[in-house]
């Protein structure tokens, strides 16, 4: 995944959805589920019919007479990252994670010696085994364009089984996912596009979930074949959370353009740089959730790895040639995608000073009574955030509960009035958000001294900003 990419999302969930920083809630209430929320009803057919392993898995996708994000002509295109329209993936497609407060085990992989932690396979190749420095100088040939060439939508068991099977006969193939962080606890990837050298494949991760890991994990582990994936920071910790799938052998071309100290390192640079293509970044912050995907939401991600491993080629060509004895750049790019590649996921879990790392909580002067106030919704929120899988900033975005803590209603409609009807888990549960409002006004002696210690930090922050001018 660009990287470039990640900071957009993260943008917006900063602005929808705060910082995602999530604790527990104490005390169990019974929280109810908004009537008419998309998907809310439960499952909507079977996991049969989830995985149609008699249906083709070629095919093109349209989603009516305009694809979402297709501006009528003459307009600017805009997509929103957030359709409320389309039905929950856990719900649809019987998707289910464990949200509880404990750290994620990767069971997959072996424990050490003295039982503290989890060996990557990675951990065992010497770092020189990875890097082929067989590099022909001869110059590559450019791929066929997106139109051009072979592409499959694998979206049943069938049509995953023919992409394995191919994958057994490849020495690499290029890796990109599209995620949506907003509607679960901890996020979904939505799409996994794999590009070999003579065709694409988009994969449904939400129908064939379940599959995924099985199927594909001996090929992402086999340090024989290179994976080509652009700014993978996240993309590596996805596959192993969603998948249990684990890296080795990445060749990170975001690492690579760092290394030959490029102009940019955003994919869509590489794109214009090395093949002359203007990516359509409209669709950077789309809802992947989208079902069945718009012919240029295909395009887009096509493009993601569709041009990767002519770009690995080209940018293999020049780190060989401009390596010195002293400084071995396709080794440097090794080491970094190697470091890449064994992060290990780490679930968000509860601590007692988590309330206090809310995004823009620092920059307000608040009293002990409206600490405590936030602090009691932060782990409303993240307990009804985790039962019901949802992302925190769903269920109540950082600015919004701020404010709620500074006016700290007593009635339902000054608590409509702060929040306006946009969220649709507050507005079914007015009466339980001014119950903790009521509980924590009258419970905040606790919190005098950290109101206090935050008053002082704040002042030392204003003098050191103002003493800059």
Same mark, same amino acid.
């Given at each position: 995944? +660009?990287?470039?990419?990640?900071?957009?999302?993260?943008?917006a969930e900063e602005e929808e959805a705060g910082d995602g920083s999530q604790v527990a809630h104490g005390e169990k209430r019974k929280n109810k589920r908004p009537s008419g929320q998309d998907g809310g009803g439960g499952a909507s057919g079977s996991a049969a019919a989830a995985i149609p392993g008699a249906a083709s898995s070629a095919r093109t996708a349209t989603s009516g007479d305009r694809p979402l994000g297709v501006a009528p002509a003459g307009a600017k295109a805009r997509v929103a990252y957030h359709d409320p329209s389309i039905p929950r993936p856990q719900d649809v497609y019987l998707i289910? *994670?464990?949200?509880?407060?404990?750290?994620?085990? &990767? *069971?997959?992989?072996?424990? @050490?010696? +003295?039982?503290? !932690?989890?060996?990557?396979?990675l951990e065992k190749l010497p770092l020189e085994q990875l890097i082929d420095r067989n590099v022909p100088e001869i110059e590559p040939v450019r791929p066929a364009d997106v139109e051009d060439s072979p592409f499959t939508l694998v979206e049943d068991l069938k049509g995953l089984m023919e992409l394995v099977d191919k994958l057994k006969d490849v020495n690499?193939?290029?890796? +990109?996912?599209?995620?949506n962080q907003y509607r679960s606890f901890q996020g979904l990837t939505c799409l996994m596009q794999i590009s070999t050298r003579t065709e694409d494949f988009i994969v449904d991760t939400l129908k064939l979930r379940i599959y995924l890991g099985p199927y594909l994990q001996k090929h992402f582990k086999d340090p024989t074949k290179r994976k080509v994936m652009h700014g993978a920071d996240r993309d590596i910790i996805w596959l192993q959370r969603d998948f249990r799938i684990y890296v080795c052998n990445l060749f990170d071309t975001g690492q690579a353009s760092r290394v =030959?100290?490029?102009? !940019?390192? @955003?994919?869509?640079? =590489?794109? &214009? &740089?090395?093949?002359?293509?203007?990516?359509?970044?409209?669709?950077?912050?789309?809802?992947?959730?989208?079902?069945? =995907?718009?012919?240029?939401?295909?395009?887009?991600?096509?493009?993601?790895?569709h041009y990767l491993l002519y770009i690995y080629d080209l940018m293999r060509l020049r780190l060989q040639k401009e390596s010195t004895c002293e400084n071995d750049l396709l080794l440097e790019v090794q080491n970094r995608s190697n470091e890449i590649c064994l992060q290990l996921y780490e679930k968000e879990l509860l601590t007692d000073t988590s309330y206090l790392h809310i995004y823009g909580l620092q920059e307000h002067e608040l009293e002990a009574a409206q600490l405590a106030v936030v602090s009691a919704l932060h782990q409303w929120r993240d307990y009804t955030a985790r039962q019901e899988d949802e992302s925190t900033g769903y269920v109540l975005p950082n600015k919004a509960l701020i404010e709620i803590a500074k006016k700290m209603p007593t009635s339902t409609a000054e608590l409509q009035r702060i929040v306006k009807s946009k969220y649709p888990f507050v507005e079914a549960n007015f009466d339980v958000i001014l119950d903790i409002v009521w509980n924590a006004t009258e419970n905040s002696e606790a919190f005098e001294a950290i109101a206090e210690q935050l008053k002082k930090a704040r002042l030392v922050r204003l003098e050191k900003y103002t003493g800059q001018w």
């Open positions: 995944m +660009d990287g470039s990419k990640g900071a957009g999302e993260r943008e289910r *994670v464990n949200n509880c407060n404990l750290p994620f085990d &990767h *069971v997959w992989l072996e424990p @050490s010696e +003295d039982g503290t !932690r989890r060996i990557h396979p690499e193939f290029a890796v +990109d996912l599209e995620h =030959l100290q490029m102009e !940019r390192n @955003s994919l869509e640079h =590489l794109l &214009h &740089h090395f093949c002359g293509v203007t990516a359509n970044k409209v669709y950077q912050n789309a809802d992947w959730r989208s079902r069945p =995907l718009s012919d240029e939401m295909i395009k887009y991600a096509r493009e993601d790895t």
